[in-house]
Nanobody, 124 residues
């Protein structure tokens, strides 16, 4: 079964750090675009970061968050530093199940598989 499982969420004070991890199983994901999205209460899901051979970030997290992948472990991580209360959300890992894509990886419609999400809460 092909699936994504996120971990690493939790409660942290503003200015702190968290590292989210997404474990992929069922096939090798090394050649697939992978992304992180988030959804805060009452708000639409928004793009956070993506990785192919390059990395892409939303302006709101650029310089604070880093996306990386370990192909040997079939994982994609999101290192989040200098966290702010507005980063509070459920964070979702996503994968496109093909190496090929057209359009922007900033759009959730590019992704075929989603994890269940992990809660990140940043207190002020």
């Amino acid at each position: 079964q092909v699936q994504l499982v996120e971990s690493g969420g939790g409660l942290v004070q503003a200015g702190g750090s968290l590292r989210l991890s997404c474990a992929a199983s069922g096939r090798a994901f090394s050649s697939y675009p992978m992304g992180w999205f988030r959804q805060a209460p009452g708000k639409e899901r928004e793009f956070v970061a993506a990785i192919t051979g390059n990395t892409y970030y939303a302006d709101s997290v650029k310089g604070r968050f880093t996306i990386s992948r370990d192909n040997a472990k079939n994982t994609v991580d999101l290192q989040m530093n200098s966290l702010k209360p507005e980063d509070t959300a459920v964070y979702y890992c996503a994968a496109r199940l093909s190496s090929y894509y057209s359009g922007s990886l900033f759009s959730g419609t590019q992704y075929d598989l989603w994890g269940q999400g992990t809660q990140v809460t940043v207190s002020s």
